[in-house]
């Protein structure tokens, strides 16, 4: 299927090509209690993550039908699965009879049916009740009335989203679909996935992703040749933001109107409220869920997503490079790391806010659809 830009898409391109500048303003600010206080989390729990629609996994990570994977990062026992049928469905990883968990471990299963391992009831991938052992011994079970329990749930542009509330309004995340079938992410492959435990407000880990200004600085060794300092821009969808980061020195050669030559040399990072962040490389793309733990504590699962099956070892070399650099160095070595520094330092007391300057604007906007989020919902 052919991969058709969005407008959006391509005026951001056409905006950064012009040069236009980052707007300029007043020295922002925010508070350190909204990285540090209990309390706070526990609100953030409560009417973000335990009411917005949220993204929990890449469609790939279940690309064939009669699949399934635990997923515990939430703070709840869950279960990812799709069907015979190709649907993708979000439920408790919670047998009906006596409450066991289903499947454990954190690999994919591929099965028709998953079968508790307590007494062996079975499930098919639906969630339908498919099988009890000694039915003779409950008479009256109504099969249709123990179905697994399912969470709302969307699969659309090649991201599985679901919501603990039953009341959940995807509107949004169906609407951001066609920018993602811009990149064909639907039809990708999962090359790596890996869960990093860092010490860091959920919070912080998204700053710096809604920002270039510490790329020359905080990536020298890594990514920093690949960028110029400061040729970003960003806009919004929705709660959502959209931003954009040219490579050095292709700028004044690059037709906006193709898609193909914005792709080589242009990448385009969403910051997916409440807490995902996608990075669209060139050739790959790296999808980031954030599962906060605790007020300083987060599980972040990296995703490595790739176009197709490398052909040779040379490939295959290729996309193992690219996962450990980003995995390992720019990501688990640096941004992590400086989340789990800045964590310390705002739990020390130390300062009482963080300061923002014009090339940090995209996390003052964040903080604000936090905030007015908390808000709406008192």
């Known amino acids: 299927m052919r991969q058709r830009p969005t407008e959006g898409q391509l005026a951001l391109a056409a905006r950064l090509a012009a040069g236009e500048e980052p707007p300029t303003g007043p020295i922002a600010t925010v508070p350190a209690s909204v990285y540090t ?35 515990d990062g939430c703070g709840a026992p869950l279960l990812i699965t799709r069907d015979k049928q190709g649907r993708a469905h979000v439920f408790w990883n919670v047998c009906r009879h006596r ?82 079938d811009a990149f064909g992410l639907a039809g990708h492959r999962l090359w790596r996935r890996h869960v990093h435990d860092v010490a860091a407000n959920w919070k912080l880990i998204m700053d710096a992703f809604l920002e270039g200004y510490h790329v020359q600085r905080l990536h020298s060794q890594t990514i920093a040749r690949f960028f110029t300092d400061g040729i970003s821009i960003a806009d919004r969808l929705g709660p959502h933001q959209r931003s954009l980061v040219a490579r050095s020195g292709y700028l004044d050669q690059v037709d906006t109107s193709d898609w193909a030559a914005v792709r080589a040399i242009m990448t385009y990072t969403y910051q997916l409220f409440p807490a995902t962040i996608m ?50 160095g720019v990501f688990g070595g640096e941004d ?23 090339l940090e604007g995209g996390i003052k906007a964040f903080h604000d659809q936090v905030e007015a989020t ?3 919902a008192r």
Not at 43 to 60: D, G, K
Not at 286 to 313: H, K, Y
């Open 37 to 71: 206080d209990p309390a706070r989390f526990a609100a953030e729990q409560q009417h973000l993550f335990r009411r917005l629609p949220q993204v929990i996994a890449p469609s790939a990570l279940l690309p064939k039908n009669n699949s399934a994977v635990a997923h």
């Open 99 to 180: 409450g066991t968990r289903l499947v454990e471990g954190s690999e994919t299963v591929c099965a028709p049916r998953l079968v508790c391992p307590y007494h062996a009831w079975a499930y098919a991938l639906d969630g339908s009740l498919a099988g009890v052992p000694r039915p003779d011994t409950f008479p009256d079970l109504d099969k249709a009335a123990h179905h697994l329990r399912e969470l709302p749930s969307l699969e659309a542009g090649g991201l599985i989203w679901f919501s603990f509330d039953e009341r959940a309004d995807f509107s949004d995340a169906s609407a951001l679909a066609p920018e993602f």
């Open 279 to 328: 990075i669209m490389s060139p050739d790959y793309v790296n999808l980031m869920v954030l599962m906060p733990q605790s007020e300083g504590r987060t599980l972040v699962e990296d995703f490595m997503l790739i176009p197709e099956w490398p052909q040779s070892a040379e490939e295959e070399e290729h996309w193992e490079k690219s996962w450990r650099l980003l995995d390992q």
């Open 336 to 358: 992590y790391r400086a989340a789990a520094l800045g964590q310390e330092g705002l739990a020390s007391g130390a300062i009482d806010e963080i300061t923002l300057g014009n």
């Open 374 to 376: 908390l808000a709406s």
